[in-house]
T-cell receptor, first 114, second 113 residues
Framework: EAQVTQNPRYLITVTGKKLTVTCSQNMNHEYMSWYRQDPGLGLRQIYYSMNVEVTDKGDVPEGYKVSRKEKRNFPLILESPSPNQTSLYFC?????????????FGSGTRLTVV | DQQVKQNSPSLSVQEGRISILNCDYTNSMFDYFLWYKKYPAEGPTFLISISSIKDKNEDGRFTVFLNKSAKHLSLHIVPSQPGDSAVYFCAASLSGNTGKLIFGQGTTLQVKP
C-alpha cells in the first residue's frame, strides 16, 4: 500500500531530552515535508526537501532539524524540546511534477513536551 | 503574516444542501490552490486543486472556484452528505515548484442528517 509512515504515533517527553520522529514513504516521491498543526493556526510548514541532501526552511523551523540522506526517509529532530513544541506533527511527500496533487500525508505524531 | 486565510472556523449545513467553504489569500505568486479534508486522528487527504490560470475545476460533487482579482477561492460541495463532516483546509503552492505549500487555519464542516 502506498503510504507515508510516521513513528511514533504518540510521544510524551521532558523538556530538553532530544528526540527524533521518523518518516518514511514508499512512493518514490522526490519532495517531502514536515508540518505541525495547532488549534486556530492550521498546518504550518516546518521544513521541506526537494531531493536527497536538499532541504529548506518552512515557516516555523526554529527548534527543529531535518536530514534527507535517503530518498524515502525524512526524520524530524528536536535537539532540545520545549513545551511550545507540543503539537500534532505530520510528515508528507509528493511527486516533483505533480504540484496539482499536493502532498500525501502520514497519520500524524502527537507530541507532548512537559 | 497569514498568507492564506479561512475566516470561518465552522459551518453547519443540512444534508442534501450546498456547502460553501471560503478562502482568501494575499500572495500573487501562488500558482496552485488545493483543498484538503481531514478527519480526526487521520492525516489530511487531498480533495481537489485548481491552477491559477483557471477559474473553475469540478470533480464529482466538489467544485472549486477561483477569483484572482479578489484573491479568493471557494469550495462547493453539492449535495452535502453526513460523511462530508470534517475539517477542510485550503492550501496554496508558491510558483517555481519549490515544495512550499501554505495552509489556511481550516473550517470545520458539519453536515446534519
Amino acid at each position: 500500500e502506498a503510504q507515508v509512515t510516521q513513528n511514533p504515533r504518540y510521544l510524551i517527553t521532558v523538556t530538553g531530552k532530544k528526540l527524533t520522529v521518523t518518516c518514511s514513504q514508499n512512493m518514490n516521491h522526490e519532495y517531502m515535508s514536515w508540518y505541525r498543526q495547532d488549534p486556530g493556526l492550521g498546518l504550518r510548514q516546518i521544513y521541506y526537501s526537494m531531493n536527497v541532501e536538499v532541504t529548506d526552511k518552512g515557516d516555523v523551523p526554529e527548534g527543529y532539524k531535518v536530514s534527507r540522506k535517503e530518498k524515502r526517509n525524512f526524520p524530524l529532530i528536536l535537539e532540545s524540546p520545549s513545551p511550545n513544541q507540543t503539537s500534532l506533527y505530520f510528515c508528507a511527500s509528493r511527486l516533483r511534477d505533480r504540484v496539482d496533487y499536493g502532498y500525501t500525508f502520514g497519520s500524524g505524531t502527537r507530541l507532548t513536551v512537559v | 503574516d497569514q498568507q492564506v486565510k479561512q475566516n470561518s472556523p465552522s459551518l453547519s449545513v443540512q444534508e442534501g444542501r450546498i456547502s460553501i467553504l471560503n478562502c482568501d489569500y494575499t500572495n500573487s505568486m501562488f500558482d496552485y490552490f488545493l483543498w484538503y479534508k481531514k478527519y480526526p486522528a487521520e492525516g489530511p487527504t487531498f480533495l481537489i486543486s485548481i491552477s491559477s490560470i483557471k477559474d473553475k475545476n469540478e470533480d464529482g460533487r466538489f467544485t472549486v472556484f477561483l477569483n484572482k482579482s479578489a484573491k479568493h477561492l471557494s469550495l462547493h460541495i453539492v449535495p452535502s452528505q453526513p460523511g462530508d463532516s470534517a475539517v477542510y483546509f485550503c492550501a496554496a503552492s508558491l510558483s517555481g515548484n519549490t515544495g512550499k505549500l501554505i495552509f489556511g487555519q481550516g473550517t470545520t464542516l458539519q453536515v446534519k442528517p
